[in-house]
Structures are given as C-alpha cells and as structure tokens.
C-alpha cells in the first residue's frame, strides 16, 4: 500500500459513502455514479439496483489500479492490494443486511454478458476480465470470514489510507497522526487476540499485510514530517503472546509432573547405576571361571599328549 493507492480508494469512498441513512438506505450520489461507472446510463440492466452501482464501482476501481503502476512485480505487495479490493466489494455488499453473500462467483455471474465478461468491461478488454474472474476464484475464501471481522479489517484499511491521504494535505506537524495510530492500533489488538488468527489462517495472513503496510506508513511519515516518532507501533504477533501465556499458566498437573520427574530421577539413577554394578562384577566372576576351566583343560591335554 502507498498513497498513490490511498488517493484512488478515496475517490471512491466520495462516490460510494460506506454508511446508510436514518432510513437504512445506501447515500450514492445517483448522477455521480451514473455518469463516473455506468457509462452514463443508469437505466442499463446492469446499473439499476444498489448491488449493480457497487460492482460497478468495484469494477472501475480494478481497471483504475491495474492500469496505473501500481500492480508491478512484487507479487506479495500485488496480493495486498488484491485483499483490499475485494474487502472494499464484501464490506460494501454487505452494508445492509439483506444483502449477506456466501460465494463471490455467484454474486458475479449474475454481471456475466453472452461473451463470457463481465457486463460492465468492454468486450475488449479481456485483460480485465481474466483479472476479475481470477480475483474472485482466488480470493472467495474472504466471503466466509465473519461479518464483524471484515468490518474490523475494512476499518484498518480506512483508517490507514486516511493517514496517507491526510499527510498529503496538510505536512506541517504529523502529530496529528498519533491519535489515529492509536485507533488503529486498538483495532488491530482486537483481532490479533481473536481466535481466528491461526497459524497459516487468511486472518493471520490479512494481519501481516496491514502489519507491514502500517509500518510503511511510519518510514513513509518520518520522510515527510516532523512528529511521527509518536505514532504507537503495533503490538507483537499473537503467536508470540501465546507462547508467553502457556509458558506462564502451566496447568498444575504439568507443574507437579515437571518437579516429581527430577526427583524420581535423582533417586533411579543411583539404584540402577548399584544394580548394573553388581551385574557386571557378576559377569567378570563367570568370564574368570569361564578362563580358569580353560586353563585347566589345556593343561589336562597337554599332559595326555606327554603321556602318549
């Protein structure tokens, strides 16, 4: 993430308001949004209902970042910004509560035209329509995570890109920032403490993406203005923490178990070194007999060669 990045989400989040009116309705500015993302007809069949204005919306803003320099060779920072987009999409599909998706690729096949692409990409643009079809089939695993989760995840991208936004309009004194920082840190702690951050988990690895992006942000502050030394840093990995808090609430059972193992040692170890003793002594007194019955059977024949 960049502000070039952020610059382009913000114009979306100015044609597309992410919250509803007192009567639970979406705020698109209509004629915005025709004219900007439904080629100035909103009387298109596929342009008509809230739904269709978001795809619409989410459409341009792929075609707007992958045709600018965004999407280069660095394909961890690529897929970053491919969960954003696609958090953009679910956070906003799922605004009103009726409107609960369970699966990407059906909520977009209803946008697929008779060429096999989307409604709202010109036949031409096959490029765009391998990058929307690949984005849902490799990204759908974002639509089982559960709504309050991507609210929360949808809050850190804002708020991360309303910093960036904001240091590009006013850079006199970034301590503005420290109170925003601290807002997202306190986002962030609640979903690095959730359950759903395993190991090898989409969770986890969303987390580790605004992780880095966030301390982008920091270097990226730093460069710009004075203040930034007081933005808060995030807290360590939950992984961490877990290892602290097992080590440190050790059940009892293990706690007596880890203090009678050494005892019981401690006493083993003599008697069984006392009982190998004995056995050895046991096996060198055989081994002396063994040589002794020896000795004298040689000199038994030795003396019947004589006598012969």
């Known amino acids: 993430m960049d502000d070039q990045l952020c610059k382009i989400f913000e114009v979306i989040w100015k ?4 919250t509803l009116d007192s009567g639970g309705k979406y705020q698109f500015n209509d004629n915005e949004v025709c004219e900007t993302y439904c080629n100035n007809n909103c009387e298109n069949i596929y342009c008509k209902t809230d739904n269709d204005k978001i795809m619409a919306g989410w459409i341009s803003l792929i075609k707007t970042i992958y045709g600018s320099d965004l999407i280069k060779n660095d394909v961890p920072n690529n897929m970053n910004i491919n969960e954003y987009i696609i958090i953009w999409l679910i956070y906003m599909l799922n605004l009103k509560g009726s409107n609960t998706i369970s699966n990407l690729n059906e909520t977009c096949n209803g946008y697929i035209n008779e060429h096999g692409g989307h409604s709202l990409v010109s036949t031409i643009d096959k490029d765009y329509n391998d990058i929307i079809k690949n984005l849902i089939n490799n990204k759908n695993y974002l639509v089982d995570m559960d709504k309050n989760i991507i609210s929360k995840f949808y809050s850190l991208l804002k708020s991360l890109c309303s910093m960036y936004n904001d240091i590009n309009k006013d850079t006199a004194n970034c301590t503005q920032f420290l109170q925003k920082g601290k807002e997202f840190v306190g986002i962030f702690e609640k979903l690095n403490n959730d359950s759903n951050n395993t190991e ?9 993406s605004l992780s880095t992006d966030y301390d982008n942000f920091k270097k990226y502050c730093n ?3 004075n203040g930034c030394s007081s933005i808060p840093p995030l807290p360590a990995t939950r992984r961490t923490q877990v ?3 097992i080590s440190e609430n050790t059940s009892p059972g293990s706690s007596i178990a880890s203090k009678l193992i050494p005892a019981l040692l401690i006493f083993a170890i003599p008697i069984f070194l006392g009982i190998a003793y004995k056995y050895s002594l046991f096996e ?7 040589q002794y019955i ?5 000199k038994i024949k030795n003396k019947m060669k004589l006598n012969i």
Not at 15 to 18: R, V
Not at 284 to 290: E, G, Y
Not at 294 to 298: F, L, N, Q, S, T
């Open 223 to 225: 460069e710009k203005c």
């Open 243 to 245: 290892s602290a808090h």
């Open 294 to 298: 020896r000795e004298k059977i040689k």
């Open 200 to 208: 090898g988990s989409s969770h986890r690895a969303l987390l580790s």
């Open 15 to 18: 044609d597309f308001p992410d």
């Open 284 to 290: 060198f007194d055989k081994r002396l007999q063994r």
